[in-house]
């Protein structure tokens, strides 16, 4: 089993979503800077949505354009529907995105479409992908639990995920939007669909809500899972799932993987300087545990001198 780890930073679009401030796109290029010089080479940069849904990604064509200059950067974008995945085309990426939550409620809210009519939505775009040349990974939302109808049982995110398989999709993430999952439900739901499909088909995006999201990625590499989303200071949240706070703190995860002898490329001490300027960007604190271990290691060093001298 490979003992690399792809991580794609997600701060920029799972992250910035739904800040109540609008972060420019010179910050959000400026945090795209410090995760390039960290080691960060896959970046969720955005969404092509209504801007109205999300106002935070109305900026999405210039943060592409301002994306150009890295040469090695794999720059991917959340879609919901055909025209954001024209959207996405145009602008010459290779990587997309798109989103089938468990529920229709919760499908209703994020995407004003029902489970089924999101398939189908779904599906046409997985169809078009193969002519266009472009990469699709599925989001199965709520693949845990839901934000409107609460803990899902696994064979729901099982049978959409082999449905998705079916109709194309070249990756499945298995995502817990509002961090209500555990580790149990990892080995649960994707033990079975790794025998079936193979570990590299699938991709883990975790939310910290309640503590767990680390012990579930952990679940997911024993099971041979070598992706994983995570978002910079564990920056983020859903608009449109109440409850949920923000993804694996990229720190957090780098440093836990690079630790147990896992490759992430990625160094995690550099992260602070990102998580600084998303910090700046969003004016709050953020900040895994290892970056804050970190701080207080250098608080108590600092306090050691200014007593010994
Ligand atoms: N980007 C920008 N505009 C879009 C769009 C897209 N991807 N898809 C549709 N629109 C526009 C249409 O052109 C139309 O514009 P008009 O009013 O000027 O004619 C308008 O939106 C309504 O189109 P419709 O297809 O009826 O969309 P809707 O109102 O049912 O909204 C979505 C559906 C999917 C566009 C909207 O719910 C959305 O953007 N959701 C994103 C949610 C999200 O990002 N969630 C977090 C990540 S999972
Ligand atoms: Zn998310």
């Not at 800077?33 to 849904?53: C, I, N, Q, R, Y």
């Not at 040349?133 to 995110?157: E, H, L, W």
Request: a negative charge; proline letters at 3%.
């Amino acid at each position: 089993m490979s003992d690399k780890v792809i991580i794609t930073e997600t701060g920029m679009r799972d992250g910035l979503q739904n800040q109540p401030t609008q972060v420019s796109t010179e910050m959000k290029l400026k945090i795209a800077d410090a995760l390039v010089a960290a080691g960060v080479t896959h970046l969720e940069a955005t969404s092509f949505v209504h801007p109205k849904a999300v106002p935070q990604m109305a900026d999405a064509s210039d943060v592409l354009a301002g994306l150009k200059s890295f040469q090695d950067l794999n720059v991917s974008v959340l879609v919901p529907n055909m025209k954001g995945y024209e959207k996405a085309k145009a602008h010459g990426i290779k990587d997309v995105g798109i989103v089938c939550s468990t529920t229709d409620a919760f499908n209703g809210r994020n995407l004003n479409m029902t489970t089924e009519q999101v398939k189908v939505v779904c599906t046409d775009i997985l169809k078009a992908s193969k002519e266009d040349g472009i990469n699709v990974r599925v989001y199965v939302s709520g693949a845990f639990a839901c934000p409107y109808d609460g803990k899902m049982p696994v064979t729901t995110a099982q049978e959409m995920a082999t449905f998705f398989l079916e109709a194309g999709a070249d990756s499945i993430s298995i995502a817990d939007t509002i961090g209500a999952g555990n580790p149990r439900q990892v080995q649960q739901i994707l033990k079975p669909l790794i025998e079936n499909a193979g570990a590299d088909k699938f991709n883990l995006h975790l939310h910290d809500t309640r503590g767990q999201a680390l012990a579930m990625a952990w679940a997911g590499l024993e099971l041979g899972i070598r992706s994983f989303d995570s978002s910079v200071g564990g920056l983020g949240g859903c608009p449109f799932a109440p409850g949920a706070s923000g993804n694996v703190a990229t720190e957090d995860l780098v440093y836990m993987c690079e630790e147990a002898g896992l490759s992430t490329g990625i160094d995690w001490v550099k992260l602070r300087d990102a998580v600084k300027v998303a910090e700046e960007a969003t004016g709050k604190a953020l900040g895994g545990r290892i970056i804050n271990w970190m701080i207080s290691q250098e608080e108590r060093e600092a306090a050691k001198k200014a007593t010994c001298v």
